[in-house]
Nanobody, 125 residues
Framework: QLVESGGGLVQAGDSLRLSCAAS????????VGWFRQAPGKEREFVAA????????YYADSVKGRFPISRDNAKNTVYLQMNSLKPDDTAVYYC????????????????????WGQGTQVTVSS
């Protein structure tokens, strides 16, 4: 139902834009979050956006570098990744809440969400 795209292999300092598109469900009225999982590590929260885009929430590690946005007309959420570092290397997943009108802050844990299959981001030094 959710498909991530935009990952790839880049060098430190480069940028990438990830997209999360929904099929079979709508993003309108639902909060969406991005998460990542590096090899040997647990999945961690990256960023989230409220159902109407009014509020956004970020992990400290990406604050100021990875703005999140949404285009409800296109049923797509974006993660613009700037000033990439080798530590950002991970599989990136998007998750859309199953309950409407939840906050961006609540998406930090995404206990009741649909998930995509992930897209690999690799940052070389």
């Amino acid at each position: 139902q959710l498909v991530e795209s935009g990952g790839g292999l880049v060098q430190a300092g480069d940028s990438l834009r990830l997209s999360c598109a929904a099929s079979g469900r709508t993003f309108t009225n639902y909060a969406v979050g991005w998460f990542r999982q590096a090899p040997g590590k647990e999945r961690e929260f990256v960023a989230a956006i409220s159902w109407n885009g009014g509020t956004k929430y970020y992990a400290d590690s990406v604050k100021g570098r990875f703005p999140i946005s949404r285009d409800n007309a296109k049923n797509t959420v974006y993660l613009q990744m700037n000033s990439l570092k080798p530590d950002d290397t991970a599989v990136y997943y998007c998750a859309a809440d199953r309950a409407p009108y939840t906050s961006a802050r609540a998406m930090r844990v995404a206990n009741n969400a649909d998930w995509g299959q992930g897209t690999q981001v690799t940052v070389s030094s």
